[in-house]
């Protein structure tokens, strides 16, 4: 028994099934993650070495080279970058999106021990790093406090990180910028001069006073003692009363004699500020496939809590949350869906009128929906941009089978047939068709899993979840639809009158009737004249259609419409770089960073919060990688409001910040990026240059610098990635004479670093914590050249060396680090575009390129996202190819013939015009999103025509004259064919629409589709037949004649003798 | 005895089902698909892409009184809707077992 049969027959198993799905998948619904994607591992491999005292170019030959060409044969990879810095090689390893990583790692593990034999000695082991995402932060908090503020580091560490510390799945807390309690013995050099000692027995003497240690067990008669001495600190004010040592003449030195002491927090090298006011930035990481959302919920309710236990000037602001982006682009999609749900029920019902055929048809919508979660549970993927996205994407299409279904039902019952068997025997003649259509959809989606990159990462999800539902919508199109229709429609109403004759009651009653049926039959009347008229004059038609088609691509062609590799989304966040004068003292960047902060808050009132750092925390521990400030660089993140609170673009408020940074002489570069780490898309477009000589690389980096900046108008943000070279002091050891005076470069390096940077005595213990007693020279000691040469180095002998007597002291730059990138030296230059396209910008610097006379040995080419996106568009097209050929595939085996999928495919091309005609008009830049959308359509507006042809067919089958059976079907087919592609193109009108946070990455999705289905629609409707009509003249006018020659046999002479009849 | 063999469209099994029932005959041969076409107005039922619709066929041997009765009910649902159709033929039983 076929299984529509069965649904009918057994209603309740029927309900029943569809409602333990439902309820498997709502159960599924509530167990997903809510992420911004699917999971995906960024695949990229770092191997560090290290090598102890050698340069960033010898590291670059004797390790990173052999390195590189060994690992250059991994399976997978795609790119090998490489750094060279002084001490250190790191080979930086990116492959394609989506391979097993475990996997690569093994093989990369047996290329470096292959490679190790052949390294340097006293060369560390190579060390492999796998980038985990989960090490991105997830949130950022700013703790202000004024009076608590010395003490902020104690009170956070103690009350406030043990708690969050509980929330489960928190990774990483990071307190950045904490003011660390320290207290600083500074000596002064002329009274170590005087005394003759060296700063190193103050420390010694400062550490040998401070301790605890037990002396044994004392017996007495009755009882038993622990004996210990206790001489640790218990006040910092205690070691300045220490004796350092006794003069000839019996004086004893202090402590406080020859040096200051002062308990303080530690000596300013990292700037935060929040707001303009003294800030530690709590640095939050999840572990990794912890649910994101439900952590940063968490953690807020914890932070609330524990907020009001800290001291009440102490204040913690969120700067930013990754579960806010999250969920507000999810809340916008979820909006989406739910508006997109209720324009398909509208069209439903403004074509059908009944609300129980409404009913019916829309149930399949959640039902199909749902099973779209069952399926993200058993992969283990999330409630992410990309799996809602296609839930709204598919929303459209899931009605088409139920609509076809219903609709042959209906036609039955009004033929006076019972529901019940018409239920049955209607959907028996379309199941077949209607699973036919959606192997078409299927051929279009299923392909899109097979993509490779990061374009594969995002669209395997949509093909899989796509695929899924609509196949799960045929299932109850053709199960759980004619089930309802056998119980919920009426048969039409009839009674027999007095005279035995039956009598239909009249149904032409009612506002619906009256006027919806009333225009959709002048909408069946005039396209029927039309199609009449264009079937006349068929020449016509198809000329004007091409000229349409051609005139569409002059834009194309021209230019006008750019392309993207994905739109930038606008979450609110812009990091501002600013870098002053190599060498500026943290004191002046930080003039200027307040300076800054205060015309950026009048320039811009939608500016929430502005969090910055400026210089460097010598030992921060994680966040260190991703912030590389600086003595005279300053960071800034700022917070405008949400989105839809203010008018301006994010994009313009950059741009107005870019214009006041401008105006100040002291900043030698700026950036204002408006991508916020993961997730944001940024685009770029990258100038890598290769060449051997740092030298040469960088005059052609720094022309092209400028020749961009002058002449591209588009372009913003550029950035040189190699580091600029740095002054640094060098001290230059006479070795002769170092040994005369029982001297090494060991111990002369150790003493310079023990006054200058500090030595630490020991610990001071208070309340159970420990801070550092540092002893060093005084500030006015060290902070000249002079002053340097002027420290005095205690020699074995016993007298004490002036440094400038063993060294000289010289300034040097020092060497950059080395970049490589496919086993070359190179550099980048980085370009954001600004209101152009990436496509547009890549070329305008190509062209810029062009005239600059480019020295033998340098090459240059263009890569970033820009790479990215010409690598997605070249698999797009190939997908496309690949599509074509697939549905081309299905429908001829459907319709058995070579040519009639060829007619319908004809509609593909007007798609391209109308999503041309659809850009222009928004100004959309074409993406891969949109491209996505391009080979979307292939599938959408091949379905028209396929209901179109197929009747066609049908009725010239049924034995009716060509130009009859094309208006007929005409006639018959163009409420069908535009419910469906109404459905479609509402369907995805909420997308393109929508104004949340995060739907700029979708707009183009749903804008392409709908210009392309409007367009092809109409075309389909007009330029289908005619082609068929062309098409159809060959071959089948003399089937007949044909199908004659096949029965000879009627053709022979009958030889019986005549009968006796 | 007359043998009437009665040919419809499958959507009016139940009503067929209905009249056999009310007219309380209760011997009857059911064929549930059958293919065939009218010599004049009725369209192909052929289970094809083109005319997907079927036939049932029920052949029940009556009394000979009963037979007007028969085919006055299956005139009356002819009248019911004439484009799903249904036809009825009979022929004399010449022997039995």
Known sequence: MSIYKSAINKPVTTVLVFVAVIVIGLFCYRQLPIDQFPEMDPPYITVMTTYAGASASEIETNVTKLLENSLNSVDGLKSITSQSKDNLSMVLLEFEWGLDLDEVINDIRSYVDMAKNNLPDGCSTPFILKFSSSAMPIAQYAITADESYAGLDKILNDELLPVLNQVDGIGNLTLSGTPERYIYVEVDQQKLDAYGISLETISNMIGANNLNMSSGTVKMPKEQYQMEVRSEYVESSEIADIVVTTTMDGRQVFVRDIATIRDTIKDLSLDEKFNSRDAVRLIVSKQTGANTVKICRELEKEINKAAKMLPTDVHIEKVYDSADDIQQSISSLEESILYALLFVVLVVLFFLGKWRAALIISLTIPISLIVAFIYLKFVDSSLNIISLCSLSVAIGMVVDDAIVVLENITKHISRGSSPREAAIYATNEVWVSVIATTLVIAAVFIPMTMLSGIAGIMFKELGWIVTIVVSTSTITAITLTPMLCSKLLKARPVHVDENGRLVEDDLHTGWYQKYIVGFLNKVDVWYAKALQACLRHKALTLAFCFLLFFASLIPLASGQIGTDFMQEGDNGRITVNVELQLGTRIDETLKTARKLEARFCELVPEIRLISTSAGSNDDAGVSAIFSSTTNYKISMRITCSKKNERERGIFEIAEVLREEMAKYPEIVSFQAQTSGGMGGGGTSVEVEIYGYDFDETNRVAEQIRQRIQENVPGARDIINSRDKDRVELMVNLDKEKLARHGLTSGTVATYLRNRVNGVTAGLLKDDGDEYYIVVRLKEENRNSITSIEDISIPAPTGQNIKLSEVATIGEYWTPPTITRKSRQRYLTLMVTPYRTSLGDLAAAIEQEIGQIDIPNGITYRLAGNFEDQQESFADMGTLMLLIIMLVYIVMASQFESFAKPAIIMFAIPFALTGVIAALLITGTTLDIIGALGIIMLVGIVVKNGIVLVDYINLLRDRGHELSEAIAMAGASRLRPVLMTAFTTILGMLPMALSRGEGSEMWHPLGIVVMGGLLVSTIITLIVVPVMYALMSRHGERDKEEKNRKNFIFMQIADDRKPSNK | ?97
């Open chain 2, 1 to 97: 005895m007359k043998a009437v063999f009665i040919i419809f469209n499958q959507a009016n099994t139940s009503h067929i089902e209905f009249m056999l029932d009310e007219l309380k005959i209760n011997g009857f041969t059911f064929f549930e698909q059958v293919q065939g076409r009218g010599s004049h107005t009725g369209e192909p039922r052929r289970g094809t892409h083109s005319w997907p619709e079927m036939n049932s066929a029920v052949i029940t041997v009556v009394e000979d009184e009963k037979v007007e009765e028969l085919l006055s009910c299956v005139h009356k649902l002819d009248l019911r809707n004439k484009d799903v159709g249904i036809r009825a033929f009979v022929w004399n039983v010449e022997q039995t077992v």
